[in-house]
């Protein structure tokens, strides 16, 4: 049980491109999914909370109109990197918690966006 | 919000037991979590504990003290395959996890 699924796993584009990444719970619903980015030998840092069917919190320092995010059911947010630059590359990962009331994120395997 | 704090890293040999120390602070406790991360993999989910004392699962244990905000993560008879960092977690506002840094674990032949 809880599982989380992103797609794609990986991809590369050009710079001034948008990327789309879905974010998945398969077995459970998820009120309340959680967008990260983990730079390499870095610790992960949260980019935004999205509640289903409400506006999504961003974290101080990123930018909403860059970064869209997207949960329009409760098993599936998407976070949308608009007019991606190098500097964006990173390892994107999103995590589900579930209705039932306990804490505990589950993890989606992450996403490897490289920007040239 | 919570503050977080975990050593940075360690080495230990197969079959040997190490412990990973959490220590938070906390204006209002939930639970503390552990995570398992690979290298370049998403973190995995280990253990929650919210009551004082000790929980067992296989090879991996988990401690929480309340009272001292202090929380450790055993991991027995050490196999490569767990070389990793492990993360521990700590609900804040907004359904959200305050993670630390991460220990990073090597384990050698």
């Known amino acids: 049980g809880a599982v989380v699924s992103q797609h794609p796993s990986w991809v590369i584009c050009k710079s001034g491109t948008s990327v789309k990444i879905e974010c998945r719970s398969l077995?459970?619903?998820?009120?309340?999914m959680f967008w990260y980015r983990q730079f390499p030998k870095q610790s992960l840092m949260l980019m935004a909370t999205?509640?289903?069917?409400?506006?999504?919190?961003?974290e101080q320092g990123v930018e909403k109109d860059k970064f869209l995010i997207n949960h329009a059911s409760l098993t599936l947010s998407t976070l949308t990197v608009t007019s991606a630059h190098p500097e964006d590359s990173s390892f994107y990962i999103c995590?589900?918690?579930?209705?039932?009331?306990?804490?505990?994120?589950?993890f989606g395997p992450g996403t490897r966006l490289l920007v040239l | 919000g919570q503050n977080i704090d975990q050593p940075t890293e360690m080495t230990a040999t197969e079959g040997a037991i190490v412990q990973i120390n959490c220590t938070y602070q906390t204006s209002g406790f939930n639970g503390l979590f552990w995570y398992q991360q690979h290298a370049g993999e998403a973190p995995t989910f280990l253990s929650y504990?919210?009551?004082?004392g000790l929980e067992e699962k296989g090879r991996f244990s988990s401690f929480l003290s309340r009272s001292k905000g202090y929380s450790y993560l055993l991991l027995k008879e050490l196999q490569m395959k767990d070389s990793a960092s492990y993360l521990c977690?700590?609900?804040?506002?907004?359904?959200?996890?305050?993670f630390g840094k991460g220990n990073q674990v090597v384990v050698i032949p």
């Open positions: 999205s509640n289903e069917g409400s506006k999504a919190t961003y």
């Open positions: 504990n919210v009551l004082d």
């Open positions: 977690a700590a609900p804040e506002g907004n359904n959200r996890l305050a």
């Open positions: 077995d459970f619903q998820a009120t309340t």
């Open positions: 995590s589900a918690r579930g209705t039932g009331g306990k804490e505990t994120q589950y």
